[in-house]
């Protein structure tokens, strides 16, 4: 059984911050399939298109036909743990600041062993189910958790270094005027943070359910304006040592594209927001972030981008706000090389057309905010570094995949959506 | 030049080094936090006002501080010339770096509202007030400013907007009361320390916004969100408000001062 994770002490002061030190982070191209599908929470192995072979660890050619046509599948996630060590002790950094670790050897039923990272509660010989997430390196590594959920299941001290759970964590939502704040606090809140900081712009404006948002459990409204350098830097003096996971809520949307627009000055309002609002908090929270990627249970983890879907491909109907989610998600790129090595994961959350006054026109289906509020926590209780949200960006995004070049055909036709 | 013209200014340094005439700073500092007007989301907005370091003696540039700053042209204590109404569109010299300078140093009344503000977060100056004013303080002079004083700017920043789901609750003036002031007094100018010239729900008066209507069709200025007005005599200053000089500009913020002489306040 786990024994139930508890918010630490408060650090002592003369201590030095422990420095995030990573797990082996080499992989091949043909590996980072893996890596890829582990970040959305896929369990993917190469099968051979030709003789159906399933193989692990990741290979170049098949070995048994020797066919050059493996392709990363979604695997069934059960199978059954043969055997299991305990390693006291390690070579690799990472490691040796962590034993007693525990590995294993898992039958899985699709037929093949795998090697992987052993969760606590999993007993030799037991069923199991397999995960695979991203580790503190960023790359794809398996964990083979109980079958059936066990008593604090997430709290085990391996499994939590692959989660970004807000459990005792503190948590900055930096807007906290809509409802989509609003939900993200109450979320938060419900699944364990320890503090819900939230960012309130422009005091002087009353905005909808102010009383509501103060009144959940452990948040702390701040004054917070993504559009104003000052604002960000000053929130960051004062809380960026202690904000382990940043959730950035902020969005400006309005429909048009851009012949259609008079002028600039709506656009440059939604890149103040969409695009230099998460510019400056990478700038005032990211470098205390990437300090603290390895500060105890309650270390910095996760940065969450909340992305339209229309960021990967323009919808002229959105254009305008469309290109500026396009440079935010861009940019969410760039954050996650700079946050490399640090533990610190970046979690894109791409939602379809959320129920808000600014989309009101649109049919349905929408994303409601306490919708993508919960699939947000449940992504960061995960692990998951990529999150789809609602059935318009999941339709949007397997075709995405198929073919970009194809997708942005569709959404440029005159019916296009 | 006559002699006239030679001693007033000498002796207006003379008082303002000897501290008889002293400078009172009427604006409120460019704040980013500060309150600008908010419209229905539908129009364009008044941008904040915003800074941006460019180099603060460190290695974007080493021995120099200096920022950029972005803003409206009405963001802060601000000046309306008349091309930023609709009224005003096509007078001539009507934006900020073509009216004649003359009319940025004139004499200046302060019109106590205080009481009534307070009593009456919606109070509507008018014409009727205006002449008991002048009852007591004497009638306005010719091309000086009226600046409205309600002690607004004392307020906390959400108390100053007074923004409610039915819009913004703040006072200012009527349409009687405007009118009386370009067509009886023909003054150049009417400011308040709100932070527009008309009442928080001035959009829903005959004309919609009177001051701005009336004042800029009539080729007049407007001043807002000024501060320090309990620091002015009813009557006897000298008001200087200079806006920016910005080609075609409709309005500018501005640093807007006044000489008071020492016993007069």
Redesign the interface.
């Known amino acids: 059984m786990t024994e139930a994770i508890k918010r630490p002490r408060r650090k002592d002061p003369q201590k030095r911050t422990v420095l995030p030190t990573l797990p082996p982070t080499s992989r091949s191209r043909r590996a980072l399939g893996f890596t890829a599908a582990a970040a959305e929470g896929r369990f993917v192995l190469q099968k051979c298109d030709d003789c159906e072979a399933v193989t692990y660890p990741p290979r170049e050619a098949c070995p048994k036909c020797l066919s050059m046509n493996l392709n990363w599948r979604d695997m069934p996630e059960g199978g059954q743990l043969i055997a299991e060590t305990t390693i006291q002790t390690s070579t690799n950094v990472y490691f040796r600041e962590r034993t007693p670790w525990r590995v294993g050897t898992i039958a899985l039923d699709v037929g093949i062993p795998v090697l992987a990272h052993i969760h606590g509660d999993v007993v030799e010989g037991g069923r199991v189910r397999m995960i695979a997430r991203t580790d503190k390196s960023g790359q794809g590594v398996l964990m083979a958790l109980p079958e059936q959920e066990t008593a604090n299941m997430t709290d085990d001290k391996q499994l939590r270094e692959l989660t970004c759970d807000p459990k005792i964590r503190r948590i900055l939502i930096t807007d906290g005027r809509t409802q989509l704040g609003q939900a993200m606090a109450q979320a938060v809140s419900s699944a364990g943070a320890a503090t819900v900081f939230v960012g309130i712009a422009?005091?002087?404006?009353?905005f909808k359910g102010a009383d509501s948002l103060a009144a959940i459990p452990n948040v702390e409204v701040m004054?917070l304006?993504v559009?104003?350098?000052?604002?960000v830097n000053e929130l960051a003096s004062e809380i960026g040592g202690k904000v382990d996971i940043l959730i950035n809520t902020a969005e400006h949307v309005r429909a048009g594209g851009a012949m259609d627009r008079d002028?600039i000055?709506?656009a440059r309002?939604e890149m103040e927001v969409n695009y230099f609002g998460p510019l400056r908090l990478i700038q005032a929270f990211g470098p205390g972030m990437r300090f603290r990627g390895a500060d105890g249970v309650n270390s910095a983890c996760a940065w969450v981008n909340l992305l339209s879907v229309y960021a990967l491909s323009n919808w002229p109907a959105y254009g305008s706000t469309s290109a500026s989610q396009a440079a935010a998600y861009s940019l969410s790129q760039c954050l996650r090389g700079e946050f490399h090595g640090s533990g610190v994961k970046v979690l894109n959350a791409l939602f379809g057309p959320l129920e808000e006054d600014w989309r009101q026109h649109l049919p349905p289906p929408k994303v409601t905010s306490e919708g993508l509020a919960k699939a947000v926590v449940a992504a960061l209780q995960q692990g998951l570094e990529e999150l789809t949200v609602g059935a318009v960006a999941e339709d949007f995004l397997t075709r995405w995949k198929q073919d970009p070049r194809v997708l942005e055909r569709e959404l440029t036709q005159p019916e296009g959506a | 030049m006559n002699a006239d013209t030679t001693t007033v200014l000498p002796a207006l340094a003379e008082a303002l080094v000897a501290g008889k005439v002293r400078t009172i700073d009427l604006t409120h500092t460019l704040d980013p936090d500060f309150p600008v007007i908010i419209l229905p989301p539908e129009f364009g907005q008044c941008a904040r006002f915003r800074v941006e370091e460019v180099s603060r003696y460190d290695e974007r540039g080493p021995a120099w501080y200096w920022r950029n700053f972005t803003c409206n042209e009405h963001t802060g204590t601000h000046f309306d010339a008349p091309i930023h109404w609709v009224s005003g569109k096509d007078l001539p010299n009507a934006s900020v770096d073509s009216i004649p300078v003359e009319g940025f140093v004139r004499a200046v009344c302060v019109v106590d509202c205080v009481k009534e503000a307070a009593a009456d977060e919606d109070f509507l100056l008018t014409r009727d007030f205006l002449v008991a004013w002048e009852a007591e303080h004497g009638k306005i002079p010719e091309g000086c400013w009226v600046l409205m004083r309600t002690d607004w700017s004392k307020r906390s920043a959400a108390d100053y907007l007074n923004l409610r789901d039915d819009g913004a609750h703040s006072p200012g003036p009527d349409a009687s009361a405007i009118t009386f002031l370009i067509e009886e007094r023909n003054v150049v100018g009417f400011g308040t320390e709100c932070v527009g010239t008309d009442a928080g729900q001035g959009g829903h008066l005959s004309p919609p916004y009177p001051a701005h209507f009336l004042l800029h069709g009539a080729g007049r200025y407007g001043l807002q969100c000024l501060a320090n007005l309990d620091q002015l005599p009813p009557t006897g200053a000298l008001l200087i408000c200079p806006p920016l000089k910005i080609k075609n500009g409709s309005g500018s913020p501005l640093r807007v001062l006044a000489l008071v002489e020492e016993n007069s306040a």
Do not use: K, L, Q
């Open positions: 422009e005091t002087w404006r009353p004054a304006d559009t104003d350098t000052v604002s002028g000055v709506t309002d």
